[in-house]
């Protein structure tokens, strides 16, 4: 059975960093696109970067340029470098597949205050 565990949220003041981690025990996990989530109090969950089997990576408009995503195959884990942060960016994040694909983990907490 598929599992997601992220973790290394925390609370932040505008402008500071985060990183957070995805470990999926995903059998083949190198061939999928996996991606980060955000859903923001009230809000529907958002897909904010995706990066491709390849390495290939894209973002959404509002983090482009502060948040970076990685992945480690051997370790079955996807990394979110979330810099310069913004108090929009407060939410539980996921990750999943770019298409979700496996039950949804529990997400990590990101608290940004001014």
């Known amino acids: 059975q598929v599992q997601i565990v992220e973790s290394g949220g925390g609370s932040v003041q505008v402008g500071g960093s985060l990183r957070l981690s995805c470990a999926a025990s995903?059998?083949?996990?190198?061939?999928?696109?996996m991606g980060w989530y955000r859903q923001a109090p009230g809000q529907q969950r958002k897909l904010v970067a995706g990066?491709?089997?390849?390495?290939?990576?894209n973002y959404a408009d509002s983090v482009k340029g502060r948040f970076t995503i990685s992945r480690d195959n051997d370790k079955k884990t996807v990394y979110l470098d979330m810099n310069n942060l913004k108090v929009e960016d407060t939410g539980t994040y996921y990750c999943?597949?770019?298409?979700?694909?496996?039950?949804w983990g529990q997400g990590t907490q990101v608290t940004v205050s001014s």
């Open positions: 990066i491709q089997w390849r390495g290939t990576t």
């Open positions: 999943n597949g770019f298409t979700p694909t496996w039950p």
């Open positions: 995903v059998r083949h996990f190198r061939t999928y696109a």
